[in-house]
């Protein structure tokens, strides 16, 4: 009897502690991903911050490109007002094409490209545009770490009655956004 006993009472204290073991797994897992979020946020905004400045300083070259200019402004305008994730991804590739068409007409000045001011702006908005994408890779690692972990046995039997739900990966929603930018200079 006292050995029947005590097997019971180690196989609830093994259930017991994988309970918490999982339950902390998927916690810190979750935690990552809001992390993971987090980041992609500042980077976004770290890029929606340079913009101003180096569409002011394409403006004093290229002052006829006013719809690309608005183009630009509006992107902006969507990343900075966005809040889930498929707005900030919609936002983003938004932003990104934007972007390029105003690299593209840059490339049209050979003086702008010369200006200290812009090519600073230019390696420092790289420079922003590569964060992005480490963090978008982070970000997907861990959703994919998150949603692996609660659908697998046997924490996915813990997973649901504890409020885990997968996690969206961050994507490019438009195939067009996908495709390289065109950029037509005549009037």
């Given at each position: ?60 070259y290229a002052a006829h490109e006013t719809s690309t200019f608005e183009q630009v402004t509006a992107a902006r ?29 840059a490339e049209a000045y050979p003086q702008l490209r010369a200006v200290e001011s812009f090519t600073q702006l ?51 929603e438009d195939d067009a956004d996908r495709q390289p930018v065109q950029v037509g200079f005549g009037s």
């Open positions: 009897m006292n050995l029947i006993l005590i097997a019971i009472v180690v196989v609830v204290v093994v259930l017991v502690l994988w309970l918490i073991l999982a339950f902390n797994a998927l916690i810190r897992l979750r935690n990552e991903v809001q992390q993971g979020e987090a980041s992609i946020d500042v980077q976004l905004k770290r890029r929606a911050d340079l913009i101003p400045n180096l569409v002011e300083t394409v403006k004093g305008s969507h990343a900075l007002g966005a809040s889930t994730l498929d707005e900030k991804a919609a936002a983003d590739g938004e932003m990104q094409a934007a972007v390029g068409k105003l690299f593209a007409i230019q390696t420092e908005l790289s420079d922003t545009e590569d964060k992005i994408a480490a963090a978008r890779r982070y970000y997907n690692a861990t959703v994919l770490a998150y949603n692996t972990k609660q659908q697998t046995i046997p924490t996915s039997l813990i997973a649901g009655a504890f409020g885990h739900s997968p996690a969206s990966f961050y994507r490019v």
